[in-house]
C-alpha cells in the first residue's frame, strides 16, 4: 500500500491517505513535543522506535479482544491502519498519582491509585487538552452515551492487559492516554500506544522511562524508549 496524499500532520505522527479509502498510513516522525507544542526537538531514531513499539502493543491489545485500527507495519517509520471517524477525546487512566492530577487535585506524587481512577479530556491544543465530564460529551454531541460507556470499559480493559505486559519487563505502567474512533458502526482504539503517551516507571527505582524524561529536560529519551522495547522484547533491528 502507497502514500497517495497528506491528509494531517499532527505533533508526531503525519497522516496520508492511500490507494484504499478504508485505509490512511502513519508516519510516525522523530519530533518530540512538549506543553502543547511550545518544546519540539528532533530525536534520532524516535520515529522507527515508537512505530515499531506502537505496532506490538496493539497487536498484544488485538489479540487480547480490544479491536484497534493497526493492520501491520509497513516499514521502519510506516503503518498501515483503518481508517476511523476520530472523537474530539482523550481517555486516560491512572495507577499511580502523577502529573496533571497532582497539579489540579493537590494529591501526593506517586501513590498506588485502588481503583485506578479515570478521566476525560478534550482534544484541543489551543485550549490545553482541558478536562471534560460525561455531561459535557452529552451536551456538545462528542460521543454518544454508549460510546461513553465504551470508551470506559475499553480503556480499563487495555489497563489488565497491559498492566502485567509491563511488570513482566520489570515497569510500572502508571497511567495512559487512549484515543478512539468509528469504524463501520462500532468504536475502536485508534491514534498510538507509545512511551509518548503513557508514563512507565522502573519497578525497582521508579526511574522514568517515557516521555517525562523529554517534558522535564533528563535527557537519554530514546535511550529510555529503546530500553522498554528491548525488555519487552519488541523487535528494533
Ligand atoms: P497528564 O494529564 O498527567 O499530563 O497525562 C496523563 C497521561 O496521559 C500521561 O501518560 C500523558 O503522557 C498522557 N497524555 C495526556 N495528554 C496527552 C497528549 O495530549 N498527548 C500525549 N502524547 N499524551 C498525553
Redesign the pocket.
Known amino acids: 500500500m502507497k502514500k497517495v496524499s497528506e491528509l494531517f500532520s499532527g505533533?508526531?505522527k503525519t497522516v496520508y491517505t492511500t490507494e484504499d479509502e478504508n485505509r490512511l498510513i502513519l508516519h510516525f516522525r522523530n519530533d518530540t513535543s512538549a506543553f502543547?507544542g511550545e518544546k519540539i526537538e528532533q530525536l534520532d531514531r524516535k520515529g522507527m522506535v515508537n512505530n515499531k513499539f506502537n505496532a506490538f502493543i496493539m497487536e498484544k491489545i488485538q489479540q487480547a479482544g480490544v479491536d484497534t485500527h493497526h493492520d501491520k507495519i509497513l516499514s521502519d517509520q510506516d503503518s498501515l491502519v483503518k481508517k476511523l471517524d476520530m472523537l474530539p477525546i482523550?481517555c486516560?487512566v491512572?495507577n499511580i498519582s502523577?502529573?496533571?492530577?497532582c497539579r489540579r487535585l493537590g494529591v501526593e506524587d506517586g501513590v498506588d491509585l485502588t481503583p485506578p481512577t479515570f478521566?476525560f479530556?478534550l482534544?484541543n491544543d489551543e485550549l490545553h487538552?482541558p478536562m471534560i465530564n460525561e455531561f459535557h460529551i452529552n451536551t456538545f454531541g462528542w460521543a454518544t452515551e454508549s460510546e461513553v460507556d465504551d470508551m470506559k470499559v475499553l480503556t480499563f480493559k487495555v489497563n489488565d492487559i497491559l498492566k502485567p505486559l509491563f511488570s513482566n519487563a520489570g515497569l510500572l505502567l502508571?497511567?495512559?492516554?487512549l484515543e478512539f474512533g468509528r469504524y463501520k458502526g462500532k468504536l475502536i482504539l485508534g491514534d498510538e500506544f507509545t512511551p509518548?503517551?503513557?508514563?512507565l516507571w522502573d519497578i525497582e527505582t521508579r526511574a522514568k522511562m517515557?516521555?517525562?524524561r523529554f517534558r522535564q529536560g533528563l535527557g537519554g529519551v530514546v535511550e529510555a524508549y529503546e530500553e522498554v522495547a528491548h525488555r519487552l522484547g519488541v523487535q528494533l533491528a
Open positions: 505533533k508526531a502543547d482523550e486516560v491512572r502523577t502529573g496533571s492530577l478521566e479530556f482534544k487538552d502508571v497511567d495512559y492516554k509518548d503517551g503513557c508514563r517515557d516521555k517525562d
